[in-house]
């Protein structure tokens, strides 16, 4: 556990829900209207999710001519061997209900002209199955329909919101089991929350890296919390660097994401001199899985000593950006890219944590009564490159289940907390040095050199003995998840998917395993690895 001031306030729910974005709130929606007594907790605003930035689409078998088992091959293609498939079957057949379930709450998708769901491609799909809300904006109206049929439902109900409160740790009985969290306030205030049930939905680790598609909150909380709880960790090595992020120098605001389905409606990537990038690469060009993609254009900037590539889309005209993508056009415009006329600098960077807390579709994970659900866990869906667009998916099945599951079963009395080894916190002045030996050294490109480096460095970061506050919690958190990936990157000696050693280049066969982490008494990270398996059990 972190060191925190004692307890301001205590309390006692039956279940625990941390995070606001798809998974969370469609968790929510059943406990709510099941009459649980409920507590959601939000880092920020109720809005502030990865959510809510998410312009990708969601994934399902929706047109006549295509096919469940053309999109689980698309799929287990992406994942290179990794995925567990019986999870990647469930998913996608349970994808078209999600949608569903979605238009029945409300959510505004694009239609055609003949009023049918306007489908769209994205990089690794063989077939036309992304659906859209407001060309590039899905993710936005996802988040404001799931608000909006539980802020109908939260009257009457026994569930209570709690904005801007952070998740310092998952509690543990006697038994090992999740009974409550400790959490932190905008006031910096302590309190500890008992529970029968918690429900890690906090998203990703994309701010481990200088540039990123993700909101400032994904700072790896929720995995670290679990790991510190004793929760096992998988394919943490396994991070998506998406290949087309806006290249300019406001890029640390925000990393502006240049959409996979612009690549979808044609656009090319080119370098310089206007030759395609993608050329001879991979037979599908453009519309290659992401982390083809990234490691050509690293490749090609390696090569020449260019800054970035080009994205063209300039023939697309007027109407087509101003219909099919306007919060791309507007962002880019802000930043002082016109894409109507002008190509568009872009270069990789940090967009989704394919690895997490090991755990089912039902979210249940190896920590009995602690759930993960979204990007935070690792289901065998997303093996070592997760396909476009199936990760709000996902979110919305597996935060669906596992709403249902609790609501019908939420009563487990919660035992009382027991004290665990406390860690020391770390130096928020070291974590733009984090930021920057991740960038140097985990990044699209990775070799034994850098990462024992890269582990050195980390090692050396400086230490603070007191109370956690905001700062101190997220370098802590950053710091925990670094050191898991760099010990994960370093064993998985080959090449696969969005892991890739300039040292070993090629795809091993003996590497078809999952490498799992805990955390043990010290806070370090323990390694053991075992073959993929078609279905993988976890604790109820």
């Given at each position: 556990m972190l060191p925190a001031a004692p307890a301001a306030r205590a309390g006692r729910t039956d279940v625990v829900v941390v995070g606001t974005g798809a998974a969370g709130l469609s968790a929510l929606l059943h406990l709510a209207a099941a009459g649980v007594d409920c507590v959601a907790v939000t880092r920020g605003a109720v809005a502030d999710s990865a959510t809510a930035w998410a312009q990708g689409g969601l994934a399902a078998v929706w047109d006549d001519a295509d096919t469940?088992?053309?999109?689980?091959?698309?799929?287990?293609?992406?994942?290179?061997?990794?995925?567990?498939?019986?999870?990647?079957?469930?998913?996608?057949?349970?994808?078209?209900?999600?949608?569903?379930?979605?238009?029945?709450?409300?959510?505004?998708?694009?239609?055609?002209?003949?009023?049918?769901?306007?489908?769209?491609?994205?990089?690794?799909?063989?077939?036309?199955?992304?659906?859209?809300?407001?060309?590039?904006a899905t993710g936005a109206e996802l988040e404001r329909a799931l608000w909006a049929a539980l802020s109908r439902g939260l009257a009457g109900s026994r569930t209570r919101v709690l904005e801007r409160t952070r998740l310092v740790d998952v509690l543990t009985d006697a038994d090992g089991r999740a009974c409550g969290v400790r959490l932190l306030d905008a006031d910096g205030e302590v309190s500890e929350l008992l529970a029968g049930a918690v429900i890690l939905a906090t998203g990703g680790v994309g701010q481990l890296w200088p540039v990123t598609s993700n909101p400032p909150g994904a700072?790896?909380?929720?995995?670290?919390?679990?790991?510190?709880?004793?929760?096992?960790?998988?394919?943490?090595?396994?991070?998506?660097?998406?290949?087309?992020?806006?290249?300019?120098?406001?890029?640390?605001?925000?990393?502006?994401?240049?959409?996979?389905?612009?690549?979808?409606?044609?656009?090319?990537?080119?370098?310089?001199?206007g030759r395609r990038i993608m050329d001879g690469v991979h037979p599908l060009g453009e519309l290659a899985p992401r982390d083809v993609v990234s490691a050509a254009i690293i490749a090609h900037l390696e090569r020449t000593g260019a800054p970035h590539v080009w994205l063209d889309a300039t023939f697309f005209g007027r109407d087509r950006w101003a219909h099919h993508f306007p919060g791309i056009l507007a962002l880019c415009r802000g930043r002082g890219v016109d894409p109507v006329t002008e190509l568009i600098p872009v270069h990789p960077a940090a967009h989704y944590s394919c690895g997490g807390v090991a755990a089912d579709l039902h979210g249940r994970t190896s920590v009995p009564g602690l759930f993960a659900v979204g990007e935070v866990a690792a289901t065998g869906v997303q093996g070592a490159n997760r396909l476009a667009s199936n990760s709000l998916t996902e979110a919305l099945v597996a935060g669906d289940r596992v709403g249902a599951l609790l609501a019908a079963g939420a009563g487990r009395v919660a035992?009382?907390?027991?004290?665990?080894?406390?860690?020391?916190?770390?130096?928020?002045?070291?974590?733009?040095?984090?930021?920057?030996?991740?960038?140097?050294?985990?990044?699209?490109?990775?070799?034994?050199?850098?990462?024992?480096?890269?582990?050195?460095?980390?090692?050396?970061?400086?230490?603070?003995?007191?109370?956690?506050?905001?700062?101190?919690?997220?370098?802590?958190?950053?710091?925990?998840?670094?050191?898991?990936?760099?010990?994960?990157?370093?064993?998985?000696?080959?090449?696969?998917?969005?892991?890739?050693?300039?040292?070993?280049?090629?795809?091993?066969?003996g590497w078809v395993r999952r490498l799992s982490v805990r955390l043990d008494a010290g806070g370090s990270p323990t390694l053991s690895s075992a073959p993929v398996s078609r279905t993988e059990r976890t604790a109820a």
């Open positions: 469940v088992e053309a999109h689980v091959a698309d799929t287990l293609t992406a994942g290179v061997g990794l995925c567990d498939a019986d999870a990647v079957t469930d998913l996608v057949s349970s994808a078209p209900d999600a949608i569903h379930r979605l238009i029945e709450l409300g959510a505004l998708f694009d239609r055609d002209a003949t009023g049918d769901l306007d489908l769209h491609l994205e990089g690794g799909h063989s077939a036309r199955r992304i659906i859209h809300a407001d060309g590039d700072t790896g909380d929720g995995v670290a919390a679990a790991l510190r709880a004793g929760a096992e960790v998988r394919d943490l090595e396994f991070i998506q660097f998406h290949p087309t992020v806006l290249a300019d120098g406001a890029a640390e605001e925000r990393g502006v994401l240049i959409s996979e389905a612009v690549r979808g409606e044609g656009a090319l990537l080119v370098d310089d001199a035992g009382e907390p027991t004290p665990r080894a406390v860690l020391n916190a770390v130096d928020p002045s070291a974590v733009p040095g984090i930021r920057a030996w991740m960038q140097r050294e985990a990044f699209v490109s990775r070799s034994a050199e850098g990462l024992g480096a890269l582990r050195a460095a980390l090692d050396a970061v400086p230490r603070v003995a007191g109370p956690v506050d905001d700062a101190t919690l997220t370098a802590a958190n950053l710091h925990t998840v670094a050191t898991v990936i760099a010990a994960a990157a370093a064993e998985r000696t080959e090449s696969r998917g969005c892991h890739r050693r300039t040292d070993h280049p090629d795809t091993s066969p």
